[in-house]
């Protein structure tokens, strides 16, 4: 009968007041375990603390903060709280032709035009009168150059050049000496009659 005793004693429980268990098997790794828990903590999830969009990065202010979607330009944003979801829409853009003081799409015209001119290309710009130095695209000088090899810039006449100023004496046109009027081997002069005088 002691043995038995015994044994139940081994196995038995005290009762501590204000206490309620049943077992003793309350380690002291648990009590410090619950000692080393912060009051509020809760079981880890995965969550996102961070987002990354293109070079920047928004980093979660606290546990619950809130990333908030702001609709831009030709964008329309959707939430629907129900199924967890933002639907992302965007807008077409309407332009008009392009002016000369607004910018806007290509007319068919212009497109027309800008198809027909040669790359490299530029604004071609004539004289209006004959230059020895222009040097716009179609340059005139070179058809004042041409000219001046075709026409001799100097006309002569007897060996003499003609000029604005030039004077010819009565070789140069074949005209008659006044020293050969009335001379021997010369030419007969006329009274004023028109007669040839006796003399």
């Known amino acids: ?13 005290d009762k501590v007041d204000g206490k309620g268990l049943s077992t003793n098997d309350y380690t002291f790794a648990e009590k410090e375990k ?17 987002v990354k969009i293109d070079t920047t990065t928004i980093t979660a202010d606290s546990k619950t903060d809130t ?14 709280a129900t199924n967890d979801k933002i639907t992302i829409t965007a807008q077409d853009t309407t332009y008009s032709t392009a002016t000369a003081n607004a910018a806007g799409l290509m007319s068919a015209a212009d497109k027309s035009k800008l198809d027909g001119i040669a790359t490299g290309a530029n604004k ?14 179609v340059q005139n000088k070179i058809i004042n150059t041409a000219l001046s090899e075709k026409v001799p810039s100097t006309r002569t006449i007897n060996g003499k050049a003609l000029s604005s100023n030039i004077t010819l004496n ?30």
Do not use: C, R
């Not at 009565?170 to 007669?195: P, R, Y």
């Open 67 to 80: 990333l908030t979607f702001v609709a831009g330009n030709n964008i329309t944003l959707t939430p629907d």
């Open 34 to 50: 619950l000692a080393n828990i912060s009051a509020g903590a809760e079981v880890n999830q995965n969550a996102f603390g961070k």
């Open 124 to 137: 071609i710009t004539v004289d209006t009168s004959l230059s020895s130095s222009s040097t716009n695209p």
């Open 170 to 199: 009565a070789t140069d046109v074949g005209a008659i000496s006044t020293s050969a009027k009335g001379a021997a081997n010369g030419v007969a002069e006329l009274d004023n009659t028109g007669k040839i005088p006796t003399s």
């Open 1 to 13: 009968m002691a043995t038995v005793l015994n044994a139940i004693d081994s196995t038995k429980v």
